[in-house]
């Protein structure tokens, strides 16, 4: 990396970025798992296309968005900029009618929280003729604040979901309470547990489990996270790391 100015944002962002994956490796090792199975995206959804180009540079290779206008809004900037493709995710709750905004120009869909959202995205891809990678948000809190398939309706919609043309199912995601490392843990390990009977079931590998947030991340590595998506610990100079 070329030298940085140490008051700048992008050192901030270099040493974030540093700090976040040592963190992992620890968590990991913990665990007994490698590090190199644990994925960590950047939220972008509080910034803007300049500070996602800066993060890219000192080295995140992906970002997560939750709002396909603010996702287009990004692309159009970046590529605007003239500054080569970013990946994106899409990580957020997806109306009906923003779909066709969002396929073709992500990489992931984390949150494909019914059997209907299922089907009207795998519809609407036949149509373009491709195929999305897609997460099943999974309720596992039971929540009523949270959206996704609650375990025992995954398990009654999985068979059909799986078998829909215009997706792929690459895994679970879910979201755990805030503010409550045993809730977290918990939900951590019941959404692995899930996708271990799941796997049994379907004969999909469901590779992907994309859970923890900044709070819990490390948390979710240990309970088996592939995909932890942290937004505030990377942007956020105002952020402790805890
Ligand atoms: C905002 C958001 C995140 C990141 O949350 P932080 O607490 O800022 O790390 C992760 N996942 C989803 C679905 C989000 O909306």
Same mark, same amino acid.
């Given at each position: 990396?070329?030298?940085?100015?140490?008051?700048?944002?992008?050192?901030?962002?270099?040493?974030?970025?540093?700090?976040?994956?040592?963190?992992?490796?620890?968590?990991?090792?913990?665990?007994?798992?490698?590090?190199?199975?644990?994925?960590?995206?950047?939220? @972008? &959804?509080?910034?803007? !296309?300049?500070?996602? %180009?800066? *993060?890219?540079?000192? +080295?995140?290779?992906?970002?997560?968005?939750? =709002?396909?206008?603010?996702?287009?809004?990004?692309?159009?900037?970046?590529?605007?900029?003239?500054?080569?493709?970013?990946?994106?995710?899409?990580?957020?709750?997806?109306?009906?009618?923003?779909?066709?905004?969002?396929?073709?120009?992500?990489?992931?869909?984390?949150?494909?929280?019914?059997?209907?959202?299922?089907?009207?995205?795998?519809?609407?891809?036949?149509?373009?003729?491709?195929?999305?990678?897609?997460?099943?948000?999974?309720?596992?809190?039971?929540?009523? @604040? &949270?959206?996704?398939? !609650?375990?025992?309706? %995954?398990? *009654?919609?999985?068979? +059909?979901?799986?078998?829909?043309?215009?997706? =792929?199912?690459?895994?679970?995601?879910?979201?755990?309470?805030?503010?409550?490392?045993?809730?977290?843990?918990?939900?951590?390990?019941?959404?692995?547990?899930?996708?271990?009977?799941?796997?049994?079931?379907?004969?999909?590998?469901?590779?992907?489990?994309?859970?923890?947030?900044?709070?819990?991340?490390?948390?979710?590595?240990?309970?088996?996270?592939?995909?932890?998506?942290?937004?505030?610990?990377?942007?956020?100079?105002?952020?402790?790391?805890?």
């Amino acid at each position: 990396m070329d030298e940085l100015d140490p008051a700048s944002y992008e050192y901030f962002l270099a040493l974030r970025l540093h700090a976040i994956r040592q963190r992992i490796a620890e968590a990991a090792a913990r665990a007994g798992r490698d590090a190199s199975e644990v994925e960590a995206i950047a939220v @972008s &959804k509080t910034v803007g !296309a300049e500070e996602v %180009l800066a *993060a890219r540079r000192v +080295g995140w290779g992906a970002f997560g968005e939750n =709002r396909p206008q603010e996702l287009a809004r990004k692309l159009e900037a970046i590529s605007a900029a003239g500054a080569g493709p970013v990946c994106f995710d899409m990580i957020g709750n997806l109306q009906k009618n923003k779909i066709n905004q969002v396929i073709g120009k992500v990489r992931l869909i984390h949150s494909i929280s019914s059997a209907h959202l299922a089907e009207a995205v795998s519809t609407r891809c036949e149509a373009r003729g491709i195929v999305a990678d897609v997460l099943l948000e999974t309720n596992v809190s039971g929540e009523p @604040s &949270k959206s996704g398939f !609650a375990p025992d309706e %995954l398990r *009654a919609a999985v068979e +059909g979901v799986v078998g829909l043309p215009g997706i =792929r199912v690459r895994g679970l995601m879910t979201m755990a309470p805030a503010g409550d490392a045993d809730a977290a843990r918990a939900t951590f390990s019941g959404l692995r547990e899930l996708a271990d009977e799941l796997r049994g079931r379907t004969g999909l590998a469901l590779e992907t489990l994309s859970c923890g947030m900044s709070d819990d991340f490390e948390i979710a590595v240990e309970e088996g996270s592939t995909l932890v998506r942290l937004g505030r610990c990377v942007f956020d100079r105002g952020y402790t790391l805890g």
